[in-house]
């Protein structure tokens, strides 16, 4: 063999032991948290509140303010988020304004979330008087996810291409109308994936609704459980795993976790394909 | 009849000078095409007549162009209707990602008719214009990005028709296109000037005498001669114009 091909094999295997690895790793972590959380789930503990006098632990409270949480969140980032990317990329002219308005939104999306947590708990908690609640926690994750949800809808605007929006000016249509039927149709992929990239973040986050949100495990309808603290899913995880010690309990909400997003991603892939597929219709 | 004049019109994107003092009197109903080397402001000429350069934010105009007698550039003026009266078709056929359906009925739903009926025998009447009906009537409801180039641009010229203009502005409409679907629209350009005045920027000298009425030469932001067609690639007045359809340059 000469020098070419050991140096060509070499790297080859080099290569294949990178993927293995790092397929493995994520199978590997995967498998574990499944193993050690799927049989310490069942229907009591997804359908109860905990209670103390029966000495019973239930998770359901934890996934409806998970699902507030979320809902909450959405409502707030996705006009804010596709209204700045709309103004960014169709109105505004000043370019080095939209580069600043640009760069403040990625060092938004670059500080770590405990910060955000922070900043939360003195505006919204303290300032606004809001006190340890999901409606604190909610807001305090728009602002850390405006800059992903204002992002992409900002790219999938810019691919749309120029020729549309000068075929509806041809037409004599107004600014707006060439927004509303031309433009936006076009990017609702991106706001879309925008939107799932916030909830995958806002499924996982801790750190920031610890200073915000609260640990209440109290089962509320939607409105009472906006003012009220509560612990979402993964706060819970947190709390379930240092203080009570409830490891079982912990790896039993992991594996959900590792579910909700599994299914997450999938959905986003396929909501992609399926506006890929009516845009070519 | 001239439907469209322009006096002394300047134009500039930014610092360099586009159109240096055209003067054209545009005939009513007929076919004028613009000819020049690429960069010679033809294109940015055909852009000024509906107002598209109001698009780009560094354009300066001086001068004036009026349509019907209106200076179209004065503060009266609402752009959307000057584009309802000059409708454009563009170099690359551009269908908007809806069916062919509403493509046709994008223009007339835009200038406010909802009514179905009526949408129906616009869009009818439209295609039928644009001679793409037979082609597509079973398949109106179907997305028009799946039609052939050629068909994708005379659902572009239907498209246009819809909104009823006096004026199409054509930007190199056949420059994308086979030979074929080139002829279909040069055959369709001559029953459309029964009714409307059709300004048509080419490349093509052969496609300006096989179509026009008059031509245009346009050099370096200058117009350099006006005239009927025929005489003009007979007997060009103009030394450069001589040049340039001789082929000399360009």
Sequence with gaps: MNKRNIYN???????????????????????????????????????????????????????????????????????????????????????????????????LSGIPSIIYGLFGSLFFCQFMDLDKSLLAGALTLVIMNLPTVMRTTQESLKTVPQSYREGAFGLGA????????????????????????????????????????GFAH???????????????????????????????????????????????????????KYFERKKNA | MSIITAKDLCLWYGATQALKNINIEIPERSITALIGPSGCGKSTFL??????????????????????????????????????????????????????????????????????????????????????????KDRLKKSALGLSGGQQQRLCIARAMAVKPKVLLMDEPTSALDPISTSKIEDLTQQLKKDYTIIMVTHNMQQAVRISDNTAFFLLGELVEFGDTEQMFSQPQDKRTEDYITGRFG
């Design chain 1, 9 to 107: 094999w070499t790297m080859q295997i080099l290569m294949w032991l990178a993927a293995g690895i790092t397929a493995g790793l994520t199978l590997f972590l995967l498998g574990y948290v499944l193993y050690k959380g799927l049989p310490n789930i069942t229907w009591e503990l997804l359908s109860t509140k905990p209670s103390y006098l029966t000495d019973r632990i239930g998770i359901l409270p934890d996934i409806l303010n998970t699902v507030y949480i979320i809902l909450t969140t959405l409502v707030f980032v996705i006009p804010l988020g596709v209204g700045a990317a709309i103004y960014l990329t169709e109105y505004a002219s000043n370019k080095r304004v939209v580069a600043m308005i640009e760069y403040a939104a990625e060092t």
């Design chain 2, 47 to 136: 852009k000024t007549l509906n107002r598209m350069n109001d698009l780009i934010p560094s354009v300066r105009i001086e001068g004036t162009v009026t349509y019907g007698g209106q200076d179209i550039f004065a503060p009266s003026v609402d752009v959307n209707d000057l584009r309802k009266e000059i409708g454009m078709v563009f170099q690359k056929p551009n269908p908007f990602p809806m069916s062919i359906y509403d493509n046709i009925a994008y223009g007339p739903r835009t200038h406010g008719i909802k009514n179905k009926i009526q949408l129906d025998d616009i869009v009818e009447e439209a295609l039928q214009g644009a001679a793409i009906w037979d082609e597509v």
């Design chain 1, 174 to 213: 107004g600014k707006w109308r060439v927004i509303r039927t031309v433009v936006l149709p076009g990017c609702v992929d991106g706001v879309v994936t925008g939107c799932i990239l916030s909830i995958g973040r806002i499924v996982g986050e801790s750190a920031a609704l610890l200073f915000t949100a």
């Design chain 1, 218 to 272: 109290a089962l509320n309808g939607f409105v009472d459980a906006l003012f009220t603290s509560g612990s979402t899913l993964t706060v819970a995880l947190y709390m379930y795993a240092t203080e009570g010690g409830e490891f079982g309990v912990a790896f039993a909400i992991a594996a959900i976790l590792m579910i909700l997003t599994l299914i997450i991603n999938l959905s986003a892939s396929l909501i992609g």
